[in-house]
Antibody, heavy 120, light 111 residues
Framework: QVQLVESGGGVVQPGRSLRLSCAASGFTFSSYAMHWVRQAPGKGLEWVAGLSYDGSNTYHADSVKGRFTISRDNSKNTLYLQMNSLRVEDTAVYYC?????????????WGKGTTVTVSS | QSALTQPASVSGSPGQSITVSCTATSSDVGGYKYVSWYQQHPGNAPKLIIYNVTNRPSGVSHRFSGSKSGNTASLTISGLQAEDEADYYCSSYRGSSTRFVFGTGTKVTVL
């Protein structure tokens, strides 16, 4: 079945880096735009970053621009989020999400999430 | 990025109907038809329940329905059930450098 499985979360000190991965299965990964969405403890959802089906177009929220980079490897059916210069406020559950587009635009498949804790 | 505004909480008794609103600037909900809604139970990932304002994915109960008027989108839950108790988020596709924006979230309580 269609599945997204995130990994790479953990506890990291402020200013350090972490790379999240998302393994996709059950669908043609290379045909879909993908996103990362995060949720801080007790807070709402926040869109973090997205990229087109072929990775040629990337988009990042202002809150992470210049620090986080989204990328993908379609040969490995994997989505990545490189997170540098981490801050305490980046602490959250990070979800990997598939986008449905053309003619509609919404996020239809979500992974279970991976937890990132930034703390000294 | 500005968020879409939702009421913090809405409650109702079993069998009743409730409505969750989602209000934004014209550049979000009002200007676009790509409004979606997500249900999130504690400890779980969000689940898509409405897309393109009014459409239900396969497998989602007919008790969930969506609508939009001007700058406000709405989610209605009919015949409220205990299992509907969860957090609900609206979202709008922006089609710009910020691809999606989420609402502030609404906690639905079944009394």
């Amino acid at each position: 079945q269609v599945q997204l499985v995130e990994s790479g979360g953990g506890v990291v000190q402020p200013g350090r880096s972490l790379r999240l991965s998302c393994a996709a299965s059950g669908f043609t990964f290379s045909s879909y735009a993908m996103h990362w969405v995060r949720q801080a403890p007790g807070k709402g959802l926040e869109w973090v970053a997205g990229l087109s089906y072929d990775g040629s177009n990337t988009y990042h929220a202002d809150s992470v621009k210049g620090r986080f980079t989204i990328s993908r490897d379609n040969s490995k059916n994997t989505l990545y989020l490189q997170m540098n210069s981490l801050r305490v406020e980046d602490t959250a559950v990070y979800y990997c999400v598939r986008e449905r587009s053309h003619p509609h635009y919404y996020m239809d498949v979500w992974g279970k999430g991976t937890t990132v804790t930034v703390s000294s | 990025q500005s968020a879409l505004t939702q009421p913090a909480s809405v409650s109702g008794s079993p069998g009743q109907s409730i409505t969750v609103s989602c209000t934004a600037t014209s550049s979000d909900v009002g200007g676009y038809k790509y409004v979606s809604w997500y249900q999130q139970h504690p400890g779980n990932a969000p689940k898509l329940i409405i897309y393109n304002v009014t459409n239900r994915p396969s497998g989602v109960s007919h008790r969930f329905s969506g609508s939009k008027s001007g700058n406000t989108a709405s989610l209605t839950i009919s015949g409220l059930q205990a299992e509907d108790e969860a957090d609900y988020y609206c979202s709008s596709y922006r089609g710009s450098s910020t691809r999606f924006v989420f609402g502030t979230g609404t906690k639905v309580t079944v009394l």
